[in-house]
């Protein structure tokens, strides 16, 4: 079974510049999530997307920062315009079902590191 | 709401000794309660999980963890450490959200 994909692995960029980021969760799974783990902290959920529709998007900086998943299948996370302090690693994940409620794995893609110069 | 806790953002302990990484937790309604592991330049990877039933849950690579309500904690343990254990741990708890403890990196000495 493939896992969860995503592309670049590595992006550095100067701030005010705009980046996306892609992911391919595993075939069949619902649900998908994007996270922000900064160095020395634990991944925090930005948004979570259930087939194509937002679930949760609380934490998501939508001033700058906006994602989708048009087809239910694979999502973009877009930020504009960078600043210095979204450097982090951005994780995607997936899942059959909802998290909340329930107790469905989350399985995690290797994740992109963004330097913001 | 929810939240949870980890003691120590970095544990130390020799080849061959015992584990354990502590967690807390806060959470108005019964907890799902996760812990993961994420190796160096690895994605992350689920150790175990406790839902509801047997509160003394196991996990890959003889790590276990046990849920006590009384004391609202969800340790790790594992009897004897191996140099690949090292890495960094997260607990999480699940509730309507996803949320991460802070993580404790486990060093292993030779």
């Known amino acids: 079974e493939a896992g969860v994909a995503q592309s670049p692995r590595y992006k550095i960029i100067e701030k005010r510049q705009s980046v996306a980021f892609w992911c391919n969760p595993i075939s069949g799974h619902a649900t998908l999530y994007w996270y922000q783990q900064i160095l020395g902290q634990g991944p925090k959920l930005l948004i979570q997307?259930?087939?194509?529709?937002?679930?949760?998007d609380s934490q998501l900086p939508k001033d700058r920062f906006s994602a989708e998943r048009l087809k239910g299948v694979d999502s973009t996370l877009k930020i504009q315009p960078a600043k210095l302090e979204d450097s982090a690693v951005y994780l995607c994940?997936?899942?059959?079902?909802?998290?909340?409620?329930?107790?469905?794995?989350?399985?995690f893609g290797p994740g992109t590191r963004l330097t913001v110069l | 709401a929810q939240s949870v806790t980890q003691l120590g953002s970095h544990v130390s302990v020799s080849e061959g000794a015992l584990v354990l990484l502590r967690c807390n937790y806060s959470?108005?309604?019964?907890?799902?309660l996760f812990w993961y592991v994420q190796y160096p330049n690895q994605g992350l990877q689920l150790l175990l999980k406790y839902t509801t039933g047997a509160t003394l849950v196991k996990g890959i690579n003889g790590f276990e963890a046990e849920f006590k309500k009384s004391e609202t904690s969800f340790h790790l343990t594992k009897p004897s450490a191996h140099m690949s254990d090292a890495a960094e741990y997260f607990c999480?708890?699940?509730?309507?959200?996803?949320?991460f403890g802070a993580g404790t990196r486990l060093f292993v000495k030779a």
């Open positions: 959470s108005s309604v019964p907890p799902y």
């Open positions: 997307f259930q087939n194509n529709g937002v679930v949760d």
């Open positions: 994940a997936s899942s059959l079902a909802p998290s909340g409620g329930s107790h469905n794995e989350q399985f």
């Open positions: 999480v708890i699940l509730g309507f959200k996803t949320i």
